[in-house]
């Protein structure tokens, strides 16, 4: 969920930017009054009100529930972005109140603008209001609609496939990169100090989704904010087929849980998403467990012949690389049904979407 962590950084940089220029706020507000009439009247984004629903602006909807698949996520606007007062009715609006991204977890690309039809259902891109698709820069664009394509933050990736052990991994590292594996892997290696296990986390584990939450919401709160929230969390994991988990625990402790992540598959595909390490734990890193981790994945997919790519999503440039990761580029191509929408995503993008300030890849 690379692009929720983008889009807060947005969200932030974007009231910055409308409380430090009240003039430039007084002419959107002004713009967005007028759409806000259009709307009532006609369809901006391309999908026409039932009469019956009335006027959408004043009779509130039901909550629009998020979705968190491997190959596209449904994010509803109101629960991620702190819009100015005018602003806010147009997310409230059964038509207006979410955005559909096509891609992976880990902004990467899924079907691209050639094959999004397919790895996402008619229903949901009929409906979406913003409709986002991720393939790589300069892609053929649908001429059904128009686009407005901006850069995001290179995706990081791991080719295995030619991969036969552990040998052929560390080979790719630099020098200091190798010297950080086996230093890290001495100490992890230990038994007696710590417990390592890769295993399947089946629909409906409960008990074991009860134990990784209070984790990564440690993890999320100690780095700056939690992309999913308990329910959200939850449900991904509990409803998503063929997940798996990475377990790291303190011998000493009975078992308690260090760090975890799942492992989300796709294709011949493996990310490792959500995490959570125990900070207040010293074996986290005096045992490096969250590095470990992702060398613990890197050995499953070289372990599995129907496995090329371990795919640790965006941003962190100098962490992945270090450790053998190369970023590959991708776009996000929105797609708009009219000229008032394209140029009204054209101005807020270039307005506030700043990649260099909104990615974090240093």
Known sequence: MALLEISKRADSHYQMAMKSSEKESDVWDTLYKEVAETFQNRNLVGSSPSPAAGNSFKEKHKDLEGIYGVTYQRYPIASYIQLPGVLQPFVQMPGLDHILLIGRPTADVSGGLQGYRDV??????AAAPFLIVLDKPGAELDPKYRWVTFPLADV??????????MDDYVKLLSKKGRWNFK????????KAVIKCEYVPLPQGSEDMVSELWPLYKQT??????????EKEFRKFHLRTPGLTVMLIRDVAQEGKLITFCTGVRV???????????????????????????LYEYVRVAIADPEINWVDLGASRRQAKTSIGFQGYPVSAYIRCKNVIMESIVETMAEQYFKPTELIADP
């Open 120 to 125: 996402c259902p008619k229903q949901l891109r």
């Open 156 to 165: 990081f990736k791991l080719d295995v496939s030619k991969m036969k052990s």
């Open 183 to 190: 230093d890290r892997q001495k100490k992890f290696n230990n």
């Open 220 to 229: 999320g709160e100690a780095n700056g904010f939690c992309v999913l929230t």
């Open 267 to 293: 294709d011949d595909t493996i990310m490792p998403m959500w995490c959570g390490t125990d900070y207040d734990n010293p074996l986290a890193r005096s045992c490096s467990t969250y590095f470990n981790m």
